[in-house]
């Protein structure tokens, strides 16, 4: 049997007045995810191990059902291997977001998604300026960046710029969980003022104002980390020969690099509602020809989570069901080798919150012959009554890959 995850980031919603206190999923028109829970059986998922942020790496580490204690590293390490960056030991990495700062106020953690074009003059730029030695800047995709510090000391208090949109940008800076790490912690909050100098009258920037929209004035380094020791998903499961990873956001790819998955690059992948689902599906269904394993991950959820965006989080979730869960459902349903397909978000993005939460996610898992239960929709409340229970660690996985 081969398996598919079809994973909507951010997915998971809280119950939302205006919508007659549902939740995106219960609101949203799911026919393809609501007969894959009728013909298939549903549970919740813990996706952020005790005492972790819930982050994006966190939770999709814990889908794939690594052991966060152990191997978890922080973002910049998966980003680090996703755009080609080999870290050398005693090298620490950072993902190194290029926000938008109005005056004191964070106003956004994307600079009002620059593009990778726009944002690789930048980097280079900065990398010009106060690259050396010791400090790297590497581009990456978008507003997702990162920064190399050798010799950095990781033990640091950083705060995910997307958790605080609108809020004061200087008590959130680096802070020293130990004195060890002051140092580290005073040259990262010296390329933020700096780089904030330098980017303020960039003729991009000044551009892109004149323009009406946000400039990349500021960088943001968080999630430091050093090269993570993690095991293949073949070495956990030797029935995966062959595996792959579909998704526009580097974190997923690093993930997918260390977990032993080939990357495949969609042309029209963006991260956000406008990403090119058919090349996805595309490239998915023709993965799985030759493959045992698919990640297919989808962003655009979770990006319109945290704009606070209720239409548009509405419109990512139809376009999961009627553009990607559909027709690979549709495409596998009578091939001779049965397809496992697995639904699920890696957390929740409340619209109301415009950031992450810990809370349980709810999931679905189908395939030919499975006995279903009595679950006849998908969403979070419906899976509070599914057959799987609430799982947690890799659980999940295990039962998705028996």
Not at 151 to 177: A, I, S, W
Not at 324 to 352: M, N
Request: hydrophobic letters at 35%; charged letters at 25%; a negative charge.
């Amino acid at each position: 049997m081969k398996h598919i995850i079809i994973l909507g980031d951010g997915m998971a919603d809280w119950p939302v007045k205006s919508l007659g206190d549902k939740t995106l999923l219960q609101y949203a028109k799911t026919p393809y995810m609501d007969k894959l829970a009728r013909m298939g059986r549903v549970g919740r998922l813990n996706t952020v191990a005790e005492g972790f942020h819930p982050g994006s790496e966190v939770a999709n580490m814990s889908v794939l059902g690594y052991n966060l204690p152990k191997v978890y590293e922080g973002r910049g390490p998966l980003e680090a291997a996703s755009i080609g960056v080999d870290l050398q030991p005693g090298e620490m990495a950072m993902r190194c977001n290029l926000i938008c700062v109005e005056g004191e106020i964070l106003k956004n953690h994307s600079s009002g998604h620059i593009s990778t074009e726009e944002a690789d003059v930048l980097i280079q730029y900065l990398q010009e300026k106060l690259g050396n030695d010791r400090v790297r800047f590497h581009t990456g995709v978008q507003y997702r960046h990162l920064l190399v510090i050798k010799g950095g000391n990781k033990e640091l208090d950083c705060t995910p710029p997307h958790d605080v949109p609108l809020k004061p940008f200087r008590p959130l800076m680096v802070k020293p969980l130990v004195p060890e790490a002051q140092e580290t912690a005073d040259l990262i909050n010296d390329l933020i003022l700096k780089s904030q100098e330098l980017l303020k009258d960039h003729p991009l920037n000044l551009k892109r104002m004149a323009e009406g929209k946000d400039p990349a004035n500021s960088i943001w380094p968080w999630s430091p980390g050093y090269r993570p020791q993690m095991p293949t998903f073949s070495e956990t499961f030797p029935q995966v020969k062959k595996g792959a990873v579909i998704s526009a956001v580097d974190l997923i790819n690093g993930i997918g690099y260390y977990a032993g998955l080939r990357r495949i690059a969609v042309e029209g992948a963006t991260g956000l509602y406008n990403t090119n689902y058919e090349n996805k599906v595309a490239a998915a269904l023709e993965a799985l020809k030759t493959d045992d394993f698919v990640y297919l991950h989808i962003e655009a959820s979770d990006e319109a989570g945290h704009e606070g965006d209720i239409d548009l989080k509405l419109l990512t979730i139809e376009n999961l069901d009627k553009r990607a869960v559909g027709p690979i459902y549709e495409a596998v349903k009578d091939w001779d080798e049965p397809v496992a397909i697995a639904v699920l978000p890696d957390h929740p993005t409340p619209c109301e919150l415009r950031t992450h939460t810990a809370d349980p996610i709810p999931f679905l898992i189908w395939y030919p012959g499975i006995e279903p239960d009595e679950v006849q929709t998908y969403d979070e409340v419906s899976a509070c009554s599914g057959s799987y229970g609430l799982l947690k660690e890799d659980e999940f996985i295990k039962e998705f890959m028996k």
